[in-house]
């Protein structure tokens, strides 16, 4: 865990004596907070996860399918790339709507 100095908002190692930036003495100001953690949300990592899943299904399908031959490469990729995100934009909604309503 790191630390900010409220004064320049730079960002410290955690024990640090002086800040990187401003050089001032950490160890004098009581008035330090720690850094906020970085994490990543579970609806983004899911959504990410559908969006996966759906291209590579659609994308085998529309270049193995024999309906779809007369498509091209780059045909498979933009379309399948639809399919992704058609499904992974409700997903990413829901699960944003159900994180909101949570935390109330």
């Known amino acids: 865990m790191s630390i900010i100095y409220p004064e320049c908002k730079k960002e410290n190692e955690n024990g640090a004596e002086f800040c990187k930036n401003c050089g001032i003495n950490l160890t ?3 008035n330090i907070s720690p850094a906020p953690e970085r994490r990543i ?3 983004l990592i899911i959504s990410a996860a559908v969006f996966i899943i ?8 529309f ?3 024999p309906k779809y031959s007369h498509m091209n490469i780059f045909s498979s990729l933009m379309a399948s790339t639809f399919v992704g995100l ?10 944003y709507m159900i994180r909101r309503f949570k935390s109330k």
Do not use: L
């Not at 291209?55 to 399908?61: E, G, K, N, R, T």
């Open 54 to 61: 759906f291209f590579a299904w659609s994308f085998s399908d």
């Open 86 to 95: 058609f499904v992974f934009v409700p997903t990413y909604a829901i699960g």
């Open 28 to 30: 004098e100001h009581e």
């Open 41 to 43: 949300s579970k609806t």
């Open 63 to 65: 270049t193995t399918h």
